[in-house]
């Protein structure tokens, strides 16, 4: 990654979290992003950031242009693009859910290597889940590196990334909703929210790792802390009988559904 170039077009939210995290994490990248009110980012140049307004003007010299754009108007920007991409040297990754690499390919009309990435928010910290696909796989050292500077990336069928766009991007705010639940509930018995927030903040960061080092699944970590009789197992079927489960995956079910709707 050390001396490349990299462009972001559309610095929306996701575009803005992957900007933090790369600047926080690459070293030695040259970085430009624009955004159609160039003002709303300026204050990414104090980092070393160039910002444009001009689409074109900002891939001129890049190696990686990630188009984080919405699916209605990331193929209307790319096909603008297309004429000054040069497919020697630049590489396009679209992170539009539900645009595929065929339509991608149709639109600009060149060999230009193409890729589709998933990310999340979290890249803004450095702990991203981003999932990536591609028909080949020349740029994959480059496209991994370029992601793994913001959390953790792997390779994935195309087929399956609208699922990864709900269980990795939507998801993140699936988590947090759950995260506010166990907080009200703490305040409930007792915590002042700031108090019930810390604890809930470290208990899910400390589950995830148990999963993450261990790759064990999610009930032998809970086997360890349901005893006859205890109070974990009685809350944990008290969720169960109201629907916990199997309203969460309903809901993981909608959001896909909805990707296509």
């Known amino acids: 990654m050390e001396g490349k170039n990299i462009t972001i077009i559309g610095c929306g939210n996701l575009g803005q979290a992957i900007l933090k995290g790369l600047i926080k994490s690459a070293n030695n990248v040259n970085l430009v992003a624009t955004k159609r009110d160039p003002d709303a980012i300026k204050h990414f140049e104090k980092e070393g950031v160039r910002i444009l307004g001009d689409n074109i003007k900002a891939i001129e010299k890049a190696d ?132 019930a927030s810390t604890i809930v903040n470290q208990t899910v960061k400390g589950a995830a790792e148990l999963l993450i080092s261990g790759g064990q699944h999610p009930e032998f970590e809970i086997d360890k802390v349901t005893t006859p009789k205890g109070c974990t197992i009685s809350g944990l079927n008290e969720m169960e009988h109201n629907g916990f489960s199997s309203a969460l995956i309903k809901g993981i079910v909608s959001s896909f559904d909805a990707i296509d709707s």
């Open 64 to 195: 990686l242009i990630l188009l984080a754009l919405k699916p209605y108007n990331v193929l209307e920007v790319l096909k603008d693009l297309a004429p000054h991409i040069d497919a020697t040297k630049q590489v396009v990754v679209s992170l539009a859910t539900g645009v595929t690499l065929l339509t991608l390919r149709e639109t600009v009309e060149s060999d230009v290597p193409i890729y589709r990435a998933m990310p999340n928010t979290a890249a803004d910290v450095g702990a991203s889940m981003t999932c990536i696909a591609s028909n080949h796989s020349s740029h994959d050292k480059l496209i991994e590196e370029c992601f793994n500077t913001i959390g953790r990336t792997i390779r994935i069928d195309e087929k399956l990334m609208d699922a990864a766009t709900v269980l990795g991007a939507c998801g993140v705010a699936f988590v947090l909703r759950f995260m506010r639940g166990m907080v009200q509930g703490g305040v409930q018995i007792g915590f002042d929210s700031k108090t």
